[in-house]
């Protein structure tokens, strides 16, 4: 185990993290995107996976900065995301429910790597490491951003379609069909994409 002497090489330690996140990232979202029912988070996870793409050629940039190899260093914390993620795809049953458990998991990915990004940003700056701290500091924003999407679309729709429960379904089924069909034409209303 290598020794941990400077903030230099805690700091490096941390970017390789990242670089092996973002990497489980690209293979986990394509999972996530196609199990979503709701086009608007579809379309949110695909922006995203786009996104972490970007982020894996910056943090390129940070070790060429950095004038060190770009290696990743195994993210045991977002591997047992990716898993906890993964069992709710692996569910059947209401879609709506399911994309809401899509969100919440997808959510405690975004807030792994705000406070992983935060913590380097900080690292970055105290070196005086001015061109780094940018590169990480985009990423960052990009989090931010990714998580307050994610509470958009759960708060302005899914959580909605999700709170019906299996015994109104039961007792309404024409009624929940009805609802559910014209909330899922609101949203497509709604979606600036359309």
Request: hydrophobic share 40%.
């Amino acid at each position: 185990m290598k020794e941990l002497a400077t903030l230099h090489d805690l700091f490096l330690d941390e970017i390789k993290d990242l670089y092996s996140a973002e990497k489980q990232l690209v293979k986990a979202l394509p999972k996530m995107i196609k199990k979503a029912s709701s086009s608007e988070l579809s379309r949110g996870l695909q922006k995203h996976l786009d996104q972490t793409h970007d982020q894996v050629v910056r943090l390129e940039q940070v070790f060429a900065e950095l004038s060190v190899p770009a290696r990743a260093k195994k993210c045991v914390g977002m591997e047992g995301l990716i898993e906890e993620g993964e069992e709710i795809l692996e569910h059947e049953g209401d879609p709506d429910v399911i994309d809401a458990g899509i969100i919440a998991a997808a959510q405690k990915v975004e807030h792994y790597e705000i406070s992983a990004y935060g913590t380097a940003v900080a690292h970055a700056k105290a070196m005086g490491h001015t061109k780094v701290e940018k590169l990480l500091q985009a990423t960052l924003d990009e989090e931010y951003e990714a998580d307050k999407k994610l509470t958009a679309v759960a708060e302005g729709s899914v959580n909605r379609l999700a709170t019906v429960s299996a015994e109104d379904e039961e007792d309404r089924p024409v009624a929940k069909s009805r609802s559910r069909a014209e909330s899922r034409a609101d949203e497509m209303r709604a979606s600036p994409d359309r």
